[in-house]
Antibody, heavy 118, light 110 residues
Framework: EVQLLESGGGLVQPGGSLRLSCAAS????????MCWVRQAPGKGLEWISG???????HYADSVKGRSTISRDNSKNTVYLEMHSLRGEDTAVYYC????????????WGQGTMVTVSS | QSVLSQPPSASGNPGQRITISCFGS????????VNWYRQLPGTAPELLIY???QRPSGVPDRLSGSKSGTSASLAISGLQSEDEADYYC???????????FGGGTKLTVL
């Protein structure tokens, strides 16, 4: 079964940092681009970062400079580190598998909630 | 404000056909393949359409996608109560070097 399982969410103070993980199973992980998409409470979807099979990375302006996406193909896991967190980063963070070359995300995790609050 | 523009809401009666539009620009819809997602409350999004008009396995053929210039559309025929959901368009944007989403359209089946 193709599956993505996120972890690492929780309550973080403003200015703090966190690392989200996404463990993949059931498909050839190393060949696929992987993305992180978030959804603030009551809001729409926002793509924030992607990493290709060749480890090329891309970021949305909203997180650029304070986020790092990475992958460990030996563990079939993709990570998202975020720093200088602020209230507007409060959201459900989804990990998603891309079809190819950012053509569409066909497998999604269940999401992990990140709350930035003092 | 989203890079891609979608109507915030749409509605239709059971059995009817509705379309949801998505407007972009030359750096995204005008030059890259569009995909569509459905999201039920409290669940992760689901890919409905990729490469403008291709359906992943398991997506019924009463859902279809199309594109013309810098706009795209998702059509749902034979509307059913289970189609009530939020629908999002998305596409790679060459100017932003990232994926951009529409603001989403909430579909109500009357």
């Amino acid at each position: 079964e193709v599956q993505l399982l996120e972890s690492g969410g929780g309550l973080v103070q403003p200015g703090g940092s966190l690392r989200l993980s996404c463990a993949a199973s059931g498909f050839s992980f190393s060949g696929n681009a992987m993305c992180w998409v978030r959804q603030a409470p009551g809001k729409g979807l926002e793509w924030i970062s992607g990493i290709g099979g060749d480890e090329t990375t891309h970021y949305a302006d909203s997180v650029k400079g304070r986020s790092t996406i990475s992958r460990d193909n030996s563990k079939n896991t993709v990570y998202l580190e975020m720093h200088s967190l602020r209230g507007e980063d409060t959201a459900v963070y989804y990990c998603a598998k891309d079809l190819w070359d950012y053509a569409g995300m066909d497998v999604w995790g269940q999401g992990t909630m990140v709350t930035v609050s003092s | 404000q989203s890079v891609l523009s979608q109507p915030p809401s749409a509605s239709g009666n059971p059995g009817q056909r509705i379309t949801i539009s998505c407007f972009g620009s030359g750096s995204n819809i005008g030059s890259k393949p569009v995909n569509w997602y459905r999201q039920l409350p409290g669940t992760a999004p689901e890919l409905l359409i990729y490469k403008d008009n291709q359906r992943p396995s398991g997506v019924p053929d009463r859902l279809s996608g199309s594109k013309s210039g810098t706009s795209a559309s998702l059509a749902i025929s034979g509307l059913q109560s289970e189609d009530e959901a939020d629908y999002y368009c998305a596409v790679w944007d060459d100017s932003r070097r990232g994926v951009v989403f529409g603001g989403g359209t909430k579909l109500t089946v009357l």
